[in-house]
């Protein structure tokens, strides 16, 4: 009983704990101006379960989307037997699900062996083409310091936990076979019985210390990763779903527009609204964004599902033509100044501004400038993140309400303002091009 209760508290303890930074977060992302839903949401789950389910935008690199499916279902098939250990450590009893499933049992003890070695060797491989073979997208400029070792303590985590699921089973194996209450036979176990010649030897009462070990290990490893995910680029778990759900579902390509200026700059302009009225809301619209509270909860969202994989800024062209430019960068400093908000929300329940902003502290106007907005990065994005809408709308606010755009910019301006073109060329002249 005494190990019921420490492990019932240390469950409840250790899911509150996840629920409160969930909520957290979710406090921080409502920061954010409001995002529109266009099109049907049929559409919508059809791409979510395409682009997050399916992963179809992996498939363009075989060896990353093979090893990130094994896995990703491997993570789904393993689960189920962490359900029974959740169910065997509340109420002591022992693989609680073999009497329910029958023979079907067996199956799933073997389904879940397979897919334990198979994550081994996908984590294993992953750590290989981080740390030995050193894929350039991994060591660009901004993967120094934590987002490294956050990849890094994810795999290593991994693999220790599908390591102490192997050692559980190989002595509840030998236990069985042995006939130790309450080790009933139950279960086939492929993989974790070749470990068996390393614990032959063992006395009952060393086996059983074995397996209660690597099972504390297992699900208090379990318990610890689902609470450190909230502090990791591994967050993507959970919101690539909804992010592809609320992801755009024109083709990506399309520059990202902000309809709530339209009235604005009509009305700057002495332009009739569509209702031949003036606007008169009363509300003061950020022309473009400066900090993260001016961009959409969708920005955000992007921001917090970013897997740091770097797809986007290894097609970058401003990125490969040795511009400071890194789309990846713009995701990663626009969570980083969300954290910043965040840990206001936990120290005080309050955030206040602090003079600070994303565009100065974290992106300088060098980088935003440098992009082409090609969207070569959206179209790279395995779960439809939008670099470029970040991007614009920092450029709008440098246009529009800082008034520091580049020189060739201002000449551009002046231009389309007297000429109706961006060359100094009277518009009867546009066409004498063609007589040349």
Sequence with gaps: MLSQVIFGVVLVGAVALFVYHIRLLNRTLKIGRPYALEGPSSAHWMQMLRV??????????????????????????????????????LTGSHRALAPLLGSAYNLMTVSAEVFLALVFVAAVIFLWRRNIQKLPRF??????????????IILWTEIGLVSALLIMNAADFILQTRGVPPYVQAGAFPVSSLLRPLFEGFSD??????????????????????????FSKHLHIFLSFPNTYYAPLEVPGKIPSNPALTPTIKEALGLPLENGTAQHSGETIPLGAKDVTELSWKNLLDAYTCTECGRCTSVCPAHLTGKKLSPRKIM?????RLEEIKRAYHKTGHWEPDGRSLLGDYITPEEIWACTTCNACVRACPVLINPVSIIVQLREHLVMEASQAPESLNVMFTNLENNGSPWALPAADRAKWIEA
Excluded at 52 to 81: C, K, T
Excluded at 140 to 152: F, S
Aim: overall charge negative; hydrophobic content about 55%.
């Design 52 to 89: 997050a389910v399916f992963q179809q935008r992996m498939m363009d690199r075989p060896i990353a989307s093979a090893a990130h499916w094994v896995i990703y279902v491997g993570f789904l098939v393993i689960n189920i037997e962490v359900l029974e250990i959740v169910i065997d450590g």
């Design 205 to 230: 009462n060393t086996l059983i210390a074995v397996e209660r070990a690597a099972w504390w290990v297992h699900i208090l490893g379990i318990l610890a990763f689902l609470n450190y995910i909230p």
């Design 332 to 336: 990663m400093d626009t969570r980083d």
């Design 139 to 152: 060591h660009t400029a901004e993967m120094r310091g934590w987002p490294p070792l956050d990849a890094n």
